[in-house]
């Protein structure tokens, strides 16, 4: 078969290789014109697959190794019988582990203990309901809204559901784990607007990881001009790949939309993508998978008790945020320098390829509910 796939994802040759003819393409470019004869697409969140791509052409399947689906026209996929998939929650480590790294570098920098901290977690799914265990587990206070959730009264959290205005009033830190949606009972485009940014307690710290316009961009770039003292960090930017230069300056982080760019992710959301492509066509999977898992390259050993000040040490010693901030500060006055950044990213390794040797019984529990690999000796 003749699979179009984006040069960004990893792994695609030693996947999909055997009998196909693959193509490699930069994605925030794919054309109409370069999936005719194609009959298998995979993407990341950069291409818009919809009726203007994929008309008069013969794809049979897309996949997309994003958690994230706003990019693709389902009803269209449907209406003419094209097989989706996607990587739901792949990203989920990857993405808590960039929030964990943001607020320890503020606490730092602030002299503040995130146990004295109230985080307010907007959409629990996948990555919200992993971040709100994980902080659990390091004895941090959540308050937890999904409304699309409550509403379905069937999570685990259907007892600890807040409304957002709760939120709003009552948390330190609002971080943002949702789709984009413009309609229906419950949209997220702009919920986050003048009246709530004037609203915010001064100092609240401000985490967007999920969509850039769940944040309206020009309402918070002015509220910050006024003098609003927010902490604020962004992954996500509502004009991306173009930025908001004035509004990258009031920013105490920027990232180029890599918060769940992880050397695992990456791996875990194509061979979810191969394994559906296997089932479609019936296809028996001869790829060692096993190999292509990451392992521990970090080893480090600690002999008293972690706090929150070591376990900053350790997560740093895996992953520096301050990095990828910089990058794009260096990057964001240059032509195409967004993409540049995220189509030549180092993936960064998550928290498991780091092994703590520890004789503290309390450390081994706490290490392994974070994610951190332990060495018992």
């Not at 984006?6 to 014109?33: M, Q, W, Y």
């Not at 950069?46 to 389902?74: C, E, M, P, R, W």
């Not at 790949?241 to 194509?270: F, M, N, Q």
Request: hydrophobic letters at 40%; a negative charge.
């Amino acid at each position: 078969m003749r699979i179009l796939v984006d040069k960004d994802i990893p792994h695609i040759h030693r996947l999909f290789g055997l009998h196909n003819e693959i193509t490699v393409c930069e994605g925030r470019v794919i054309s109409a014109k370069d999936i005719r004869n194609i009959d298998i697409l995979i993407v990341r969140s950069v291409t818009k697959v919809n009726q203007k791509l994929l008309d008069d052409d013969s794809i049979k399947f897309v996949g997309t190794a994003t958690s994230g689906i706003d990019h693709i026209d389902q009803n269209y996929l449907k209406k003419y019988g094209i097989n989706f998939v996607y990587a739901p929650g792949n990203n989920a480590i990857a993405v808590v582990e960039y929030v964990f790294a943001a607020l320890f570098w503020l606490a730092e920098r602030d002299r503040f203990f995130l146990r004295d901290k109230i985080i307010g977690i907007v959409g629990v799914g996948h990555i919200g309901s992993l971040l709100h265990e994980r902080l659990h587990s390091f004895g941090i206070h959540t308050l937890l809204c999904d409304p699309p959730l409550a509403e379905k009264n069937i999570s685990q959290y259907k007892q600890s559901w807040k409304s957002f205005e709760k939120l709003v009033s009552e948390a330190d830190i609002l971080t943002f784990h949702t789709p984009l949606i413009y309609d229906g009972n419950y949209p997220t485009w702009h919920m986050v607007d003048i009246d709530v940014l004037e609203s915010l307690p001064s100092n609240c710290i401000l985490i967007n990881t999920s969509r850039g316009s769940v944040i309206d961009n020009n309402a918070l770039l002015k509220v910050l001009e006024n003098g609003k003292k927010l902490n604020v960090v962004l992954d996500v930017w509502e004009t991306e790949p173009e930025l908001s230069l004035p509004l990258l300056s009031y920013v105490d982080i920027g990232t180029a939309h890599i918060a769940g760019y992880t050397l695992e992710s990456k791996t875990r959301s194509i061979i979810q993508i191969y394994n559906e492509y296997c089932k479609f066509f019936n296809i028996f999977n001869a790829v060692n998978l096993f190999e292509l898992e990451s392992s521990v390259i970090y080893y480090l050993k600690v002999q008293k008790k972690i706090d929150e000040m070591l376990l900053n040490k350790l997560i740093k010693f895996v992953y520096d945020i301050r990095c990828d901030d910089f990058l794009l500060r260096r990057f964001a006055t240059v032509q195409g320098g967004f993409d540049k950044i995220r189509r030549c990213y180092l993936a960064r390794r998550e928290w498991s390829s780091l092994c703590v040797e520890t004789y503290v019984d309390y450390n081994n529990e706490m290490l392994i509910n974070l994610g951190i690999s332990v060495c018992y000796i």
